[in-house]
């Protein structure tokens, strides 16, 4: 059981046969494990899969079995599992005998999206959802006693219900959640105003770490993500949009192509792609690489990584287009007057989602109906974005959304290849038309991180303190992109995530008597969107490289230094300190290894990490990373650290690898070009979990935003103090091995 | 879930404690959205429709359609129809006047939506009374960024 | 000059109304939309459109940044007898726009 100050050490590496089998136990019996995702299914129905349907949240079956029904997207951070738990913890039911059930967004729109939001992104997956999950599960608790005490003709409040099986103690009777099903889902629902959720000290399920029930089907092969989706029927399609974003597709030249072995079919797609359509997709894809095509490249064809890099530079300084989020005191005084004064320019670049499973998405439409079998965050935008190409009324539209090999941000609210594959299907109605991007296409038609700079200006007192800091961010807004509307007064604070004044999401930890903290928009030609941890990933680079730059000029201990900073801030320090700890930042190193510290807060949670590193010439090596996060309450502790172990590669491959510009288009199209974290470059990652139980903050995106900068301050420790700047690594001639 | 929170919630604000104002457009109370047409009086369900899918793909153009039963009469006819948002960052998205050749009150129109929201039809009868129309739009393209 | 594609149809007898649809090609420019050097682009839209029949004001719009790019409307207009129909709008920039019909009823 957690109390609230225990800490959660869980170390990666290899699975001790002794922890293997503790955690097999946890999930135990296990035979009624498993999944049931919705097949093509004719009509709007959800299937009570043999049992009844208590409420929208929770099917109950003769055998005890139960069935959670969860609305978010699996995309490997764990979300189902952690859901299934917050209404099992509430339903009292038996764990070994849960199963869950997704459903169609077709299905959430016949019930008045009685399941509310499907839609997985931003960290929302637990802290959006626990409440009215909980209460689904509660409710559903609340049904089963009332179906036994007038069963029995006693009252509610004489029964226990433990693992399913209620009994009432005065006449020994005893009967189970199976038994009581039918009867209980007759019951009208409770109104959530008339019961509490359990106390988190009271709970059994919530805070272990069950084995997610997804993990086999990955190890064994049977899972099944969008891109494994099979048709009787089927045609592929391989397609190949503008390479300059903005510009035209004029014309292609068939003929050529057309020829060859299975080729059915060369289709414009829309005004900036043609795709072909085959009999396998490597004959599709190997056509399309042959295919003369025309293009009109526009006059986004002149931007490079140069023209940008100017563009941003120019930012830095202007007086145009810029606004102070946060002007405490007088920060060109402070700094004036200060005795030693630091100034740095810091630079990340565009990276882009790479996610494992290249975007695709198969697609069927007849006159009457459009389906759409896709990896996809948000199954409605899916749903939503087929009905809008097809023109058909929503209701004949239909969604499967499998188990995502990879989100990340790429498949939220961006559903650009189900448009694609949906206006490739209505070329051929009644096939279905299975569209994969190669992952060239894929790499160099993301949502790119965007790309900024940052120039921080910092004054130390002759005590070494920090008397005033003048940052300001010129970068690209995403907001601008997708959602300009959005941007209030034509202040894009979302860009200054994490430096934000305010408590509660992405809070700022540090006071500082005098601070400016200031945005310019300065945007590209290339598209941009959020990339797991958005704009927590470079304003956590940019302000907590600098602050040990200042630390070095203060002559101070980077860990002390901030903890000087950091005082009104608790749980910013409680990480803080939790990370310092573990790493044991004051005992001594051994020769050559050099440490690192990093913290910052996003999407609601703290999280700091401290990095060591050793460096041979020009190459890096990280051996160990220290990660503790502050979530406020734990769902699933091996999960977190699973997330957290997870986002230590992903932002280990924003130190190496970027997405540049060259005629106006992307260079990197591949791995060769665009590192990333490989197994042999991970270091010994310790994640310490420190829930203090009073919110409910996020886990898939918070960590992440520390990984870079520990690892950045741990190698310019190592290099005698010597930063780096300007990411990726190699612009210093470094890189990771 | 306190009253405070639930309100913040309703507001679309953030999920810690604090509130975090302007980080994103927020929605409207239906009081206040009303008010400039209204005034002090209320309008009242009945006599409009309108038609709005349930699920919208991006917001920058979505279909809806909007009609008033009145005879339309020079003694009964609608005045003028609005159609408001609950979120946008303008809230009166477009407004109709009838003259007296204007038959059936059936107007079909696509819309921008920033974002999930209610969809408002309000419209004024030649007796001055307000009646009123409502539809819930997701918005599901904008549902990826850190804000709902 | 603003293009546009005005479709009409008729009512089939003076009692019954008759459709206007009409399409016009409008940016229908926000303001909320922000240049590479960070400015926001300036509002354009098309205001005010108004409807004439034989010459006798029968419909007015009044349109704003929510109303989607290229401007759809369809309305429906009491047609007593055949006539003209007259559509004038307007954008911020100062531009007009035009589209007419002869609407001929049968008999």
Known sequence: MTSTTQLKNVSNGVLTRRQFVVSSAMASGGLALGFHFPAAAQSNELSTLGGSEINAWVVVRPDDSCVIRIARAEMGQGTHTGLAQLVAEELECDWSKVSLQTFTPGQNLARKRVWRNMSTGGSRGIRESQEYVRQGGAAARIMLLQAASAEWKVPVGELKVEKGIVSHAASGKTTSYGKLAAQAALLPAPDPKSFSLKNPKDWKLLGKSPNRLDTAPKVNGTIKYGIDTALPGMQYAAIKACPVFGGKLVSFDATKISKRRGIKAVVRVDDESVAVVADSFWRAKSALEVLPIKWDFGANAKESSASIAKRLKEGLTSTENVFADIDIGNVGEAIQGATKKIEAVYGTPFVSHACMEPMNCTARVTADRAEVWVSTQNAEAALAAVAAVTGLHIEKCEAYNPPLGGGFGRRGGTQDYVRQAALIAKQFLGTPIKLIWTREEDMSHDFFRPIGQCRLVAGLNNQGDLVGLHLRVSGQSINAFVAPHNIVDGKDRRQLQGYWKDAGEAQLGYTVPNLRVEYAMRNTHVPVGPWRGVNTNQNAIYLECFMDEVARAAGKDPLAFRRSLITNHPKHLGVLDAAADKSGWNSPLPAGRFRGIAQFMGYGSYTAAVAEVSIKGNDIRVHRLVLATNCGHAVNPVQIASQIEGSVAYGMDSLQAESSIKDGRIVEKNFDTYPIARMYQMPKIESVIAPTYDFWGGVGEPTICVVAPAILNAIAAARGGKPVRMLPLKNEGLRLV | MNLRRRLLWALGLGWGWGATPALFAQHVSQEELLRPYVGINSAQKGRVKLEIARLADNGFNVPLKVSVQSPMTAQDHVRRLLLLSNRNPRPLMAGFEFGPGSDQVLISTRVRLGGSQTVYALAQTSDGIWWLDTAEVEVTESACLDQT | ?107
């Open chain 3, 1 to 107: 000059m603003m293009h546009s594609r005005l479709q009409i149809i008729p009512a089939k007898r003076p009692s019954q109304m008759t459709t206007v649809r009409l399409l016009i090609r409008h940016p229908m420019e926000t303001g909320f939309r922000f240049e590479v050097n960070g400015s926001a682009v300036t509002k354009n839209v098309i205001h005010t459109l108004t409807a004439l029949f034989d010459g006798k004001p029968v419909f007015k719009a009044t349109l704003g940044s929510g109303v989607s790019a290229d401007p759809f409307l369809e309305f429906q207009v009491r047609t007593p007898q055949s006539g003209e129909l007259l559509l004038q709008w307007q954008d911020d920039a100062g531009e007009t726009g035009e589209a007419k019909a002869l609407i001929s009823l049968p008999g």
